[in-house]
């Protein structure tokens, strides 16, 4: 069966974001049909839309799968739920949040799944990480990550030192 690369988004304000985090890349790499190729470090964020929440933690994942997009997406919402992830307001706080950000060299428009992600152009929290991973990594239409990253808005990232032990990530 052949792999195909994925890239994961990871996101978190509450509930211990580092923690909610490196466990997120734990169970990420117990996914059927799947490896973990790399990991991104963490990066601290200023949250989009409400400004009344905590800073984000954010990373990137890097998979190799043969599952199937959106059988992919079904796999990252069940991580999303086993975190206690509600869905109770646009861009507002979230223990976990999984975003598949590239599946390989694909553009898929379908109701549950865009992909590429398409708010990557606009986020450093994203487009930073996804570097970190592949310093060479275009969108499908040809666009260097790094060229976007260039032009996208500056979210005032924090580079976080890896912790010893995962779960005493900073919040």
Same mark, same amino acid.
């Given at each position: 069966?052949? &792999?195909?690369?994925?890239? $994961? /988004?990871?996101? +978190?304000?509450? %509930?211990? @974001? /580092?923690?909610?985090l490196a466990r997120a890349i734990a169970e990420?790499?117990?996914? *059927?049909?799947?490896? &973990?190729?790399?990991?991104? @470090?963490?990066?601290? +964020?200023? *949250?989009?839309? @409400?400004?009344?929440? *905590?800073?984000? $933690?954010? /990373?990137?994942?890097w998979l190799k799968t043969s599952l199937p997009p959106l059988e992919l997406l079904?796999?990252?919402?069940? $991580? %999303?739920?086993?975190? /206690?992830? %509600?869905? &109770?307001?646009?861009?507002? @706080?979230r223990t976990l949040d999984l975003d598949l950000l590239l599946y390989g060299?694909?553009?898929i428009d379908h109701p549950r799944l865009h992909v590429p992600h398409p708010e990557l152009p606009d986020r450093d929290f994203v487009l930073r990480p996804l570097l970190d991973l592949n310093p060479h990594l275009a969108l499908p239409d040809g666009r260097y990550l790094s060229e976007l990253l260039g032009r996208c808005p500056d979210n005032r990232l924090q580079r976080l030192e890896p912790a010893r032990n995962p779960g005493s990530l900073p919040d």
């Open positions: 069966m052949a &792999l195909t690369d994925a890239f $994961i /988004g990871l996101g +978190s304000n509450l %509930e211990n @974001p /580092g923690a909610q990420l790499a117990t996914l *059927p049909n799947t490896e &973990l190729a790399a990991q991104s @470090p963490f990066y601290r +964020s200023k *949250p989009l839309g @409400p400004q009344d929440q *905590p800073d984000f $933690i954010n /990373g990137c994942a079904d796999q990252l919402q069940a $991580i %999303e739920l086993a975190h /206690g992830r %509600e869905r &109770l307001q646009h861009w507002g @706080p060299n694909r553009v």
